[in-house]
């Protein structure tokens, strides 16, 4: 049971990259999977949520109209597009699973991605 985020690395501001969170072992579609960040000194926050149930979709005030969360069920897979990046969104980014619902409270996600490091130069 793993996962395994992806893609992030060095950009511009206004630049774009897309992460990806793939399942091996188990079944994505069955969990709410959120993304968070990580910038050096500060806590874990969310940045984006899709659930299970219904498919509904939360972003992070910070991030609304510039990042797009989705699903590819037959890859396993969750995608976060990052647009119009900027310095702030600098951080290690990961993905993680909740058995119930989206939330903000990182402690009650199941399993963890290892991260992966946006950088976004000014």
């Known amino acids: 049971v793993q996962l395994q985020a992806s893609g992030g690395g060095l950009v511009q501001a206004g630049g774009s990259l897309r992460l990806s969170c793939a399942a091996s072992g188990f079944t994505l579609d069955h969990y709410a999977i959120g993304w968070f960040r990580q910038a050096p000194g500060k806590e874990r926050e969310g940045v984006s949520c899709i659930s299970s149930r219904d498919g509904s979709i939360y972003h992070a005030d910070s991030v609304k109209g510039r990042f797009t969360i989705s699903r590819d069920n037959a890859k396993n897979t969750v995608y976060l597009q990052m647009n119009s990046l900027k310095p702030e969104d600098t951080g290690v980014y990961y993905c993680?699973?909740?058995?119930?619902?989206?939330?903000?409270?990182?402690?009650?996600?199941?399993?963890w991605g290892q991260g992966t490091q946006v950088t976004v130069s000014s």
């Open positions: 993680g699973t909740h058995r119930w619902r989206c939330t903000g409270w990182a402690l009650s996600y199941d399993i």
